[in-house]
């Protein structure tokens, strides 16, 4: 089936721009993560959906950056006023997140985002 | 604060031979580790778990071992092969045997080459 999808794979823009990052996850998948991934360094977590609602945003670096899955599906990724220091691929992973007992997350491929 | 520390960042290992991946961890509230593999351009892949409770997890190739006391784990790949070259993250996280939620914490990852 249809892994996680997200689009556009690469986005150049200028600092002071706004930027929209898109996931679609695996159908099914009620559980959403959103990731950023520096340079030389691990993936760190930035917000997880649980179904529609943001059930834990504490990664978010600053109010310039908003997330929504208002359907429970898809999800975007908002960045306002970008800043150089946004540069890095923006993961995102979704899980069947069970009641119980720990669930595999599925990565996409990531969106490259570059502030000039 | 690095909570998940992966202190080499490169290794070579020869075809069928076994290549050994050591991560280190502070946090001793985590009770879920992961490996994670991820080629160029792609997301990370989901490589085998283990949890806390228990000191060996195998999987084929590939076995994790978990040393609580020294807050370290290992990752074993025997016999090695050239499609094994890729980036490995090591990946903890806190209550997710509860919850089902996973707020992984990523480690800076190691380059694994394998040559023929």
């Known amino acids: 089936g249809a892994g996680v999808s997200q689009t556009p794979s690469n986005k150049v823009t200028e600092k002071g721009k706004y930027v929209e990052l898109r996931c679609d996850p695996i159908s099914g998948h009620t559980a959403l993560y959103w990731y950023r991934q520096s340079l030389g360094q691990g993936p760190e977590f930035l917000i997880y959906?649980?179904?529609?609602?943001?059930?834990?945003d504490s990664g978010l670096p600053n109010d310039r950056f908003f997330a929504v899955r208002p359907e429970g599906s898809v999800s975007t990724l908002k960045i306002q006023r970008t800043e150089r220091g946004d540069s890095a691929v923006y993961l995102c992973?979704?899980?069947?997140?069970?009641?119980?007992?720990?669930?595999?997350?599925?990565f996409g491929p990531g969106t490259r985002l570059t502030v000039l | 604060d690095q909570q998940v520390k992966q202190n080499s960042p490169s290794l070579s290992v020869q075809e069928g031979r076994i290549s050994i991946l050591n991560c280190d961890y502070t946090?001793?509230?985590?009770?879920?580790f992961l490996w994670y593999k991820k080629y160029p351009a792609e997301g990370p892949t989901f490589l085998i778990s283990i949890s806390s409770i228990k000191d060996k997890n195998e999987d084929g190739r590939f076995t994790v071992f978990l040393n609580k006391s020294a807050k370290h784990l290992s990752l074993h790949i025997v016999p090695s092969q050239p499609g094994d070259s890729a980036v490995y993250f090591c990946?903890?996280?806190?209550?997710?045997?509860?919850?089902?939620?996973?707020?992984?914490?990523f480690g800076t990852g190691t380059r694994l080459l394998v040559s023929p």
């Open positions: 946090n001793s509230m985590f009770d879920y």
């Open positions: 990946a903890a996280s806190v209550g997710a045997m509860n919850t089902g939620f996973q707020k992984l914490v």
């Open positions: 959906f649980q179904g529609t609602g943001a059930a834990d």
């Open positions: 992973a979704s899980s069947l997140s069970r009641d119980l007992g720990a669930d595999t997350q599925y």
